[in-house]
């Protein structure tokens, strides 16, 4: 929708909210405490540290959740489909939220794994769920509900698999049904819009949710999580596929499309307040029978850093009904690794380089190397790399995560991967660990950064580690680049989510903050976590009316000025 624009407005609950809204105030709940016991006044069941008491209590949506899970079936919720499509309530929090913090949290993420009676088999296929944590003077309120997609809507209304997802293809009812969804593969028709990957605030105020098909690129409301409409690109440089990461700030949108016919990847930009995006120039890739999957890519301030992983997109895998080991991808490593860099004003390539073999998912950032009179030399590149091992993939499937006994160690090693790019002209860069992996248990993804060093040398990130054993990172962690340190926080038997790094405004100090995350716990419950930036202990924490499917990467949406 080129004509589409939506500004931000404020992300309080909407007085509409209210609306179809009866009964008395006193007999609403909000999570799993009454308001006429007064969440914020004298009588609680629970301990707190400390509540901020500004705002009054909020009405509730859906003030009734879906029926508890009790006894013998309570189990981690991380990988149990969501209980109903739609919740929201203001949070009883134990501790105490910083008043400096206003605005909210999305989270995006795979959070319905079945249709009708058809379970579906990897992490990455479930349905987007969306989880909204909105902050306000010390009070926080929760709402989750499922993205509109048309993938999702078909399931619904035909109670079966409509689209390929992931893992999955639609079961046709003969053989010219098949041949006429192969069609509607090779047009993009048949593949998902299930944008349950990420969600990115573009400069301009919209709020976009995303995943790899660029069909799979969606509007939301923040204030109320609705869908809008398709965020449709007004350009003609086509594709079907995007990097499901893109680098988004006030000023610019950049995003790498693969092409996969003639393998290489366009750099475009597009500026906020368009939907059409501009080539800033073309990577060929050295070699490998299609581009290396980008899921994501870093930046410094003048360049654009793009990966060419032996991981290969593989379109024999695409066409095929059943999943392969490697879904979507073949390891070539034969076809080995490189980097490139571009110049963002020029287009140009100033360094391509061999690197040894990797396998990531996200980088981290990325930073200029300079000389002593400033000239720059090179860059550093950071990620979670998996120690070149591709078997993460298969790990994700949702029978490997649900069967855990909790006795193996089956989560493949990781590391912070640091590339080290040359410009001098050498055909080779390094590729090495930016900290003892020890230090975070050899366990590493789902990293953020605060924004203001997007690009530029940087000394923290955020993380999940691991506690072994384990068959999924089970900490949150703090790096320090500098002293090859890092602090873990660590819940026996829960799975977080994404830590995800919010800065104090004002701040000067690079982990002035806090961390926000979620968490699903051992008894089938899970909570909102803050944890403070510099000491990365826990300040506050709100329990959820019930337990929240597992979820991959959100945003930020600050409060409006008055």
């Given at each position: 929708?080129?004509?589409?624009?939506?500004?931000?407005?404020?992300?309080?609950?909407?007085?509409?909210?209210?609306?179809?809204?009866?009964?008395?105030?006193?007999?609403?709940?909000?999570?799993?405490?009454?308001?006429?016991?007064?969440?914020?006044?004298?009588?609680?069941?629970?301990?707190?540290?400390?509540?901020?008491?500004?705002?009054?209590?909020?009405?509730?949506?859906?003030?009734?959740?879906?029926?508890?899970?009790?006894?013998?079936?309570?189990?981690?919720?991380?990988?149990?489909?969501?209980?109903?499509?739609?919740?929201?309530?203001?949070?009883?929090?134990?501790?105490?939220?910083?008043?400096?913090?206003?605005?909210?949290?999305?989270?995006?993420?795979?959070?319905?794994?079945?249709?009708?009676?058809?379970?579906?088999?990897?992490?990455?296929?479930?349905?987007?769920?969306?989880?909204?944590?909105?902050?306000?003077?010390?009070?926080?309120?929760?709402?989750?509900?499922?993205?509109?997609?048309?993938?999702?809507?078909?399931?619904?209304?035909?109670?079966?698999?409509?689209?390929?997802?992931?893992?999955?293809?639609?079961?046709?009812?003969?053989?010219?049904?098949?041949?006429?969804?192969?069609?509607?593969?090779?047009?993009?028709?048949?593949?998902?819009?299930?944008?349950?990957?990420?969600?990115?605030?573009?400069?301009?105020?919209?709020?976009?949710?995303?995943?790899?098909?660029?069909?799979?690129?969606?509007?939301?409301?923040?204030?109320?999580?609705?869908?809008?409409?398709?965020?449709?690109?007004?350009?003609?440089?086509?594709?079907?596929?995007?990097?499901?990461?893109?680098?988004?700030?006030?000023?610019?949108?950049?995003?790498?499309?693969?092409?996969?016919?003639?393998?290489?990847?366009?750099?475009?930009?597009?500026?906020?307040?368009?939907?059409?995006?501009?080539?800033?120039?073309?990577?060929?890739?050295r070699n490998g029978p299609a581009p290396g999957w980008v899921h994501s890519f870093p930046v410094t301030e003048h360049y654009v850093i793009v990966p060419e992983m032996p991981l290969r997109y593989c379109a024999q895998n695409l066409l095929k009904a059943e999943p392969t080991p490697l879904y979507k991808f073949e390891w070539h490593p034969e076809s080995k690794a490189f980097v490139h860099v571009m110049c963002k004003a020029s287009g140009k390539i100033v360094a391509s380089v061999e690197v040894p073999l990797f396998v990531t998912f996200h980088f981290i950032n990325a930073y200029e190397q300079t000389d002593e009179d400033g000239r720059v030399i090179g860059v550093i590149a950071d990620c979670c790399e998996h120690s070149a091992d591709t078997t993460i993939l298969d790990k994700l499937r949702l029978h490997n995560l649900r069967s855990y006994s909790g006795e193996e160690d089956v989560l493949p090693d990781a590391r912070v991967g640091r590339f080290i790019i040359p410009f001098d002209g050498s055909p080779n860069g390094k590729l090495e660990a930016a900290l003892n992996p020890d230090e975070h248990g050899r366990g590493m993804d789902m990293c953020s950064i605060n924004p203001a060093f997007l690009g530029k040398p940087y000394r923290y990130a955020y993380a999940c580690g691991a506690v072994r054993p384990c068959n999924f990172p089970n900490t949150l962690t703090k790096l320090d680049l500098v002293d090859k340190k890092a602090k873990n926080w660590y819940d026996e038997g829960a799975v977080p989510s994404e830590p995800f790094f919010v800065a104090r405004p004002g701040a000067t100090e690079e982990d002035d903050g806090v961390v926000i995350s979620m968490i699903s716990d051992k008894n089938g419950e899970g909570y909102a976590l803050v944890l403070d930036g510099k000491s990365f202990k826990e300040i506050a924490r709100a329990k959820f009316p019930y337990g929240l499917p597992y979820g991959l990467h959100g945003c930020w949406v600050p409060n409006k000025s008055p």
């Open positions: 929708m080129a004509s589409l624009a939506i500004s931000s407005s404020g992300v309080s609950v909407s007085p509409a909210l209210y609306k179809g809204v009866s009964g008395k105030l006193d007999d609403f709940r909000v999570g799993f405490v009454s308001v006429k016991d007064n969440i914020f006044g004298k009588k609680r069941n629970t301990t707190i540290v400390g509540i901020a008491t500004q705002p009054p209590p909020r009405v509730v949506v859906n003030p009734r959740p879906g029926k508890e899970v009790t006894g013998e079936t309570k189990k981690l919720a991380a990988w149990t489909s969501v209980k109903q499509e739609r919740w929201e309530g203001e949070l009883n929090v134990q501790g105490e939220l910083p008043l400096w913090l206003n605005g909210t949290y999305i989270r995006n993420g795979p959070g319905l794994w079945h249709v009708g009676d058809y379970n579906f088999r990897h992490l990455f296929d479930g349905y987007a769920t969306l989880v909204r944590l909105h902050f306000e003077n010390g009070h926080l309120v929760m709402g989750h509900r499922q993205l509109e997609s048309d993938a999702y809507k078909a399931a619904k209304k035909n109670n079966k698999l409509c689209y390929r997802e992931f893992s999955e293809v639609p079961k046709q009812d003969n053989f010219l049904a098949y041949i006429g969804e192969l069609a509607n593969l090779f047009s993009g028709a048949s593949l998902t819009d299930n944008a349950n990957t990420g969600v990115i605030h573009l400069g301009d105020g919209r709020v976009v949710c995303l995943t790899e098909t660029q069909k799979g690129s969606i509007i939301i409301d923040p204030n109320t999580l609705d869908t809008l409409g398709k965020f449709e690109y007004s350009d003609t440089l086509g594709g079907l596929i995007h990097s499901a990461h893109p680098i988004v700030t006030d000023s610019e949108f950049l995003t790498l499309l693969p092409d996969l016919i003639n393998p290489g990847y366009l750099v475009v930009r597009m500026e906020p307040g368009t939907n059409e995006r501009k080539v800033i120039g073309r990577v060929d890739c």
